[in-house]
């Protein structure tokens, strides 16, 4: 199994096949909870193959999904949050801290032009384009950096799982229909009769649905996004000192 997620870069794995996994495992667990038996290693080989195939299938979808929901979340945003925080209208970050990061990608960026707040109000156009061409810039010059690395997989992550959000809600409620429906059929209506594992599949089920209707939202993928535009711009801070004055 280690040999098949190797395949997976570390954001490929926790942005898109761990969002995948998350859809299946409520599934996955009430379906070992009515046979355990599947874990035998007679049948394990093509369990493993059939969810591997799933997450690969269910890992291209997080991303397309998240892709798209990513397109909607920029219009109500007006853009990505780390060139919105360059703006001089923006309050995000203190104008003394602002005022650094312009500083650095002035000096530093070849044919960058960062405006003072009377020049970015007159061509908000221009300068917007700008402001998108130094973060681009920044992307590109700080992939080695294992903080921002990690910031981008959680946003990433957020953002995939919030694209996917109807098949985790819908795979939950399945995942308790089928423990309902299989309980009722066995054990009737004798609430008493019916296992303990099975009111644990059914209590876990509806904690993930909980998790999925209340906790995957518009809000958190924001937070997520705003967390590693901070990162990005604070890059800045720290390669600063380069700078001759």
């Not at 801290?97 to 007159?122: D, F």
């Not at 156009?125 to 061409?133: A, G, I, P, V």
């Not at 959000?165 to 309902?180: D, E």
Request: aromatic share 14%; with cysteine.
């Amino acid at each position: 199994m280690e040999e098949i997620l190797s395949i997976f870069s570390k954001y490929e794995l926790k942005a898109r096949v761990f969002p995948a996994f998350l859809v299946l495992l409520p599934i996955g667990f009430t379906v070992l909870i009515w046979y355990p038996d599947l874990i035998s290693l007679s049948g394990s080989f093509y369990i493993i193959i059939f969810i591997v195939s799933t997450l690969f299938f269910l890992a291209k979808i997080a991303r397309e999904r998240g892709k798209a929901i990513q397109t909607k979340l920029l219009k109500e945003w007006e853009g990505f949050p780390t060139t919105r925080m360059l703006h001089h209208s923006d309050n995000s970050i203190d104008p003394v801290t602002k005022k650094r990061y312009h500083l650095y990608l002035q000096k530093t960026i070849p044919g960058i032009e960062i405006p003072t707040l009377e020049q970015e109000l007159e061509n908000p156009t221009y300068y917007e384009q700008q402001y998108t061409s130094a973060v681009k810039w920044l992307i590109e010059n700080t992939r080695d950096n294992d903080h921002l690395l990690q910031d981008n997989i959680n946003y990433g992550f957020s953002r995939n799982l919030l694209g996917i959000k109807f098949l985790g809600i819908l795979c939950c409620i399945i995942a308790i229909i089928i423990n309902i429906f299989a309980a009722y059929q066995i054990h009737n209506l004798n609430l008493l009769a019916v296992p303990l594992k099975i009111w644990l599949s059914i209590l876990i089920n509806f904690l993930f649905l909980l998790l999925w209707i209340f906790y995957v939202n518009k809000k958190w993928v924001r937070s997520s996004s705003e967390a590693y535009a901070r990162t990005l711009l604070s890059t800045c801070e720290n390669n600063n000192q380069d700078i001759p004055s």
